[in-house]
């Protein structure tokens, strides 16, 4: 993606008195991310700023997040788990309060969140406003083979109904399912214009239905984007952000923006997430953990980062700085233009985040999809 070390010179100009200014002794600030879900340069310079070393550890879903907290076996500093999760966290005790006068580059006015990223806030429970710091956001939505002649054109008219029915789409349209029970539970009860979380039993059999009569050539998850690509597959429910994780490696490698032979489509109702910084209650190093949320907020740091990350920036101030570029950097033209097509800034955005589920109910969904997927 972007080749953020031409930032570095400047960003290491504007750090260089709190670096000599920093603490002697190395501390350990230890992290729980998603994979790939980072810019390490950026990670480097807050290294050298306070002289710490930054220790990140994996997690795939938020389900191994919650576990790994709430066994204690590591004392992490800071976790970056998605809205529901925040919530369940927070019921459960395991988050302590952020400290915003800790955080200097929080300012809701000259600083501000994005619109759709506010929507999406908005609709979390209101006790943990204090708890979390949004680190990016974004959506689910459909990508598609452009190579099928009609697709964009029935995906833009029928939105939902096209990848449901195909009566609404060319014919032979080969379709994906992303392989995760909520997720093709919520897809099915935003195409009867259902809420996606209210999971009753009679839901859960309409859904049954359609996932059925739907009849998906494959269910999978990071492979659907790969099969698109590769003319494998022509429609498939996927994340936002993982499309443009894949267009961005091929602008990178030179492919010109018209030329890349996938795109998505983002239904004007569909699922929304933001995954934030939350602060564990047994955290060590909180201090410090205050400090690297608010060196993310820093709009330059957070344009650094995004730069690497295919989500939305939560900063109104890096979303501009984006789609605001004027030159002849083709690579940045392309990302402004990406920007704008995908991560509109519009307040009329309906983006509806998921919401934690008890395993009883996880089990009801996924038996429900494997008989889907066997037939039974």
């Given at each position: 993606?972007?080749?953020?070390?031409?930032?570095?010179?400047?960003?290491?100009?504007?750090?260089?008195?709190?670096?000599?200014?920093?603490?002697?002794?190395?501390?350990?600030?230890?992290?729980?991310?998603?994979?790939?879900?980072?810019?390490?340069?950026?990670?480097?310079?807050?290294?050298?700023?306070?002289?710490?070393?930054?220790?990140?550890?994996?997690?795939?879903?938020?389900?191994?997040?919650?576990?790994?907290?709430?066994?204690?076996?590591?004392?992490?500093?800071?976790?970056?788990?998605?809205?529901?999760?925040?919530?369940?966290?927070?019921?459960?005790g395991l988050l302590q309060e952020i400290d915003y006068a800790k955080l200097s580059n929080y300012d809701p006015i000259n600083n501000n969140y994005l619109q759709g990223l506010t929507s999406i806030m908005d609709s979390m429970m209101p006790e943990t406003a204090n708890y979390y710091v949004p680190y990016f956001w974004g959506t689910f939505g459909l990508m598609y083979n452009k190579r099928v002649e009609g697709l964009k054109e029935a995906l833009e008219t029928y939105q939902w109904n096209a990848y449901f029915e195909p009566s609404l789409r060319p014919s032979g349209t080969r379709t994906g399912m992303y392989d995760t029970p909520q997720y093709a539970f919520a897809a099915a009860m935003l195409y009867q214009d259902l809420d996606p979380n209210d999971i009753s039993q009679q839901n859960i059999e309409l859904a049954s239905q359609i996932l059925k009569d739907a009849n998906f050539s494959v269910w999978a998850d990071d492979q659907l984007k790969k099969s698109i690509a590769a003319n494998n597959l022509d429609l498939a429910f996927v994340w936002t952000g993982d499309f443009l994780d894949m267009l961005y490696v091929d602008l990178g490698d030179g492919v010109a923006y018209d030329d890349v032979n996938y795109d998505i489509f983002v239904p004007d109702r569909t699922i929304a997430f933001v995954d934030a910084f939350v602060i564990p209650h047994n955290a060590r190093h909180v201090d410090l953990a205050h400090e690297f949320i608010n060196f993310f907020l820093d709009p330059e740091i957070a344009y650094m980062n995004a730069s690497v990350v295919g989500y939305a920036t939560p900063l109104q101030n890096s979303y501009d700085m984006i789609v605001n570029y004027v030159g002849d950097d083709q690579w940045l033209n392309d990302w402004a233009r990406a920007y704008l097509e995908y991560y509109e800034d519009t307040p009329d955005f309906e983006g509806t985040p998921l919401e934690s589920l008890d395993q009883a109910v996880v089990s009801q969904l996924t038996l429900m999809v494997n008989n889907v997927k066997t037939g039974s």
């Open positions: 993606m972007l080749n953020a070390k031409r930032y570095l010179l400047l960003l290491i100009l504007l750090f260089i008195p709190i670096v000599l200014s920093g603490c002697n002794q190395k501390n350990q600030l230890l992290i729980l991310n998603w994979g790939e879900y980072i810019n390490e340069d950026a990670v480097a310079l807050f290294e050298d700023m306070y002289n710490v070393q930054v220790t990140i550890s994996y997690a795939d879903s938020n389900e191994l997040f919650y576990s790994k907290l709430k066994s204690g076996t590591t004392a992490y500093d800071l976790i970056l788990p998605s809205d529901y999760m925040i919530e369940k966290m927070y019921l459960k």
